[in-house]
């Protein structure tokens, strides 16, 4: 008897359908709810349940196939073959937004491992009971945790951890946790930790551009507040050090507004892409020149501000999953300080 596959399609996913049943057979493997020698079902029994083409499922079982997941017995169907997959790392990724940054850190990962380990995404929007519900629902069901803490307080400003947050994570055994992106988690023991240091590391990248910066009046750091995924406080302790330390007059906006005043000899850095466009168009309309009149420094690296000329810093967003995935292939449990750049091109 074909064993039921729970395979949900979600329609509005941009992957493609075959490679959705194709991950949903996998993780059932993972999991343990497809153990090796189960028959599936025949790819005209899994069309008809899910309303999908014959060819779609077709794909999914010649790919499955391929990975050496399934085989196929002439005249009786398809099973579960003999697959290395039970013996790789399976890795429970937990991350606090969805942004492009955090997604480039998980990409990096799951390449890292390879072949190696099988990986699954959890997104807990900075709220810290989804946070806590996820890890405890998941206690003893992966060989390690990666993850990312950072939460929201009732007043959407951005807090580090809580009470509740250390007592689960205490829960993962120290050699299986490794902590992202964050070094004020105080838990118990030996565990690895990958992290950013949010206010030095501003520091050190504003000192190292600082030459370039001395032909502005004025620096002026838009550090968003109040929003659903906020940042930390330590970008904008850092800056203030900076500026206080080096001399420079400075001010702290919570955005760039629209028709801004904009002065020449003004620097600007900036945060959220959002403002990073709004400012941009507001020099380009009043007929500024970046690097010259203006200048914009902007947080995180993309390729888009590569292309557009604009200096940033930023930590090395693949390094960090790349470095990740190194520690769970090589059982590391080092606390590492992940590397961040002062790119400069022309917008200062």
């Known amino acids: 008897m074909s064993k039921t596959l729970d395979i949900k399609i979600n329609e509005a996913s941009r992957i ?38 014959r ?39 937990l991350v606090n937004k969805p942004s492009s940054y955090k997604m480039r850190i998980y990409n990096s990962f799951v390449n890292g491992l390879g072949v190696n380990g099988h990986v699954n995404l959890f997104i807990y929007h900075c709220e ?35 009470n509740k947050v250390i007592s689960v994570l205490n829960k993962i055994p120290n050699n299986r946790l490794i902590v ?23 520091y050190e990248a504003l000192l190292e551009g600082k030459e370039r910066l001395t032909k502005y009046d004025k620096l002026i750091l838009v550090y968003p507040e109040k929003k659903v995924y906020p940042y930390p406080k330590r970008i904008m302790r850092g800056f203030k050090r900076f500026c206080g330390e080096q001399g420079f007059d400075f001010e702290i906006l919570g955005e760039i507004y629209e028709d801004m005043e904009l002065q020449s000899r003004d620097a600007y850095i900036i945060i959220e892409e959002s403002d990073l ?41 693949n390094a960090m999953g790349e470095t990740a995935a190194y520690m769970v292939l090589k059982n590391k449990k080092e606390k590492v300080k992940n590397v961040f750049r002062y790119i400069e091109r022309n917008s200062v």
């Open 277 to 317: 466009v709004n400012l941009v168009r507001q020099v380009r309309k009043k007929n500024l020149t970046l690097g010259n009149d203006i200048g914009i420094i902007s947080y995180n690296e993309t390729p888009l501000k590569e292309l557009l000329g604009i200096t940033v810093i930023s930590t090395d967003f």
């Open 55 to 93: 060819d779609t499922i077709e794909k999914a079982y010649r790919q499955l196939k391929v990975q050496k997941t399934i085989t196929s017995v002439k005249g009786k169907g398809y099973y579960i073959a003999k697959t290395d997959l039970i013996s790789k790392i399976n890795v429970f990724f």
């Open 128 to 162: 810290e009971s989804l946070f806590t519900h996820y890890i405890e629902r998941n206690i003893g069901a992966y060989d390690y945790y990666v993850i990312m803490p950072h939460f929201k307080d009732e007043n959407l400003n951005h807090t580090s951890t809580t």
């Open 16 to 53: 493609p359908k075959y490679m959705q049943v194709v991950d949903s057979i996998m993780d059932g493997i993972a999991m343990g709810d497809l153990p090796i020698g189960s028959k599936i079902p025949s790819i005209n029994e899994l069309s008809e349940n899910l309303l999908l083409s």
């Open 180 to 202: 992202l992106d964050n070094s004020q988690i105080e838990i118990n023991g030996n565990y690895a930790a990958l992290f950013q240091d949010f206010e030095n590391d501003i």
